[in-house]
């Protein structure tokens, strides 16, 4: 991952609402949800949940799928782990220090 796709990515998630959704997509898994679900769940209302929605498909992610009539929205498990990547790359000094689920260091 560059730079600048992390400032974007980062800057994706440095919002309350979008945290809030994005972290609702992670839990929901592959199956992903509609925003008509996001906005029961999240109380976020469906004009502010599309803005938001939008924000984190043009940072890569979340992607979008239009299956019949409706929208579901996924988390992108691979950018997702680009950028926990690019965050710990030099952590500890190279030295591997992470554990397999990466949660925490040990240094």
Request: hydrophobic residues 40%.
């Amino acid at each position: 991952m560059e730079e600048k796709q992390a400032v974007r990515s980062l800057a994706a998630l440095a919002q309350e609402a979008r945290l809030r959704v994005f972290r609702a997509l992670v839990i929901a898994g592959t199956r992903g949800m509609t925003p008509g679900v996001m906005a029961e769940g999240s109380g976020i209302p469906p004009a502010t949940l599309s803005f938001h929605l939008k924000e984190l498909v043009n940072a890569g992610l979340v992607t979008q799928e239009r299956l019949g009539r409706n929208l579901v929205y996924r988390a992108s498990f691979d950018r997702m782990n680009e950028l926990l990547g690019y965050l710990t790359e030099n952590c500890c000094q190279g030295e591997t220090c992470l554990t397999d689920t990466a949660t925490s260091c040990k240094c």
